[in-house]
């Protein structure tokens, strides 16, 4: 298990300035949106970087589950401002440059969670003997790195 610290990563940084940019974004939007789009969109916002700092005092295979939630964050973020758009809270330029932080927000939690999943991936040991007795005797056994372990298992005819 490592430890990060969640004020090095350059994603926890820039997800902090989504925040900001989102509350200045929704200051504008209509006070009767203020129990709606205003909050879920700040929301949404705020648990980005939120899952990202409180992840990563945890192990790996923690972390990754965090960023998950905060990826589910950020496309959560990026419907809201297309919404917003649509209901002509705000300019779509202005959307458009938003998203494209958010969109690369993403990117950078995906290469995070790529990165701490090959980590604990490749310091994973199973015991194949138990695999066969489970899985069959003549299974072949692939592991697919994802954000969850998983084993595909083929097996033959015999």
Not at 44 to 70: C, H, M, Q, T, Y
Not at 96 to 117: D, F, P, S
């Amino acid at each position: 298990m490592e430890a990060h610290n969640f004020r090095e990563l350059k994603v926890w940084q820039l997800a902090r300035g989504l925040v900001k940019d989102i509350y200045g974004l929704t200051a504008r939007f209509p006070a009767s949106e203020r129990f709606g789009l205003t909050s879920q969109l700040r929301r949404a916002a705020v648990s980005i970087p939120s899952n990202i700092a409180e992840g990563s005092g945890r192990s790996d295979k923690d972390f990754v589950r965090f960023l998950a939630i905060s990826l589910s964050s950020a496309y959560e973020v990026e419907t809201q401002l297309i919404l917003a758009c649509d209901l002509q809270f705000v300019h779509q330029a202005e959307v458009e440059k938003l998203i494209a932080n958010v969109q690369e927000i993403q990117r950078m939690i995906y290469g995070l969670q790529r990165k701490l999943t090959r980590g604990f991936l490749h310091s994973l040991w199973l015991p194949l003997p138990i695999l066969s007795r489970t899985f069959g005797r003549y299974g072949i056994f692939f592991l697919r790195p994802s954000s969850f372990l998983q084993i595909d298992v083929y097996h033959s005819r015999n």
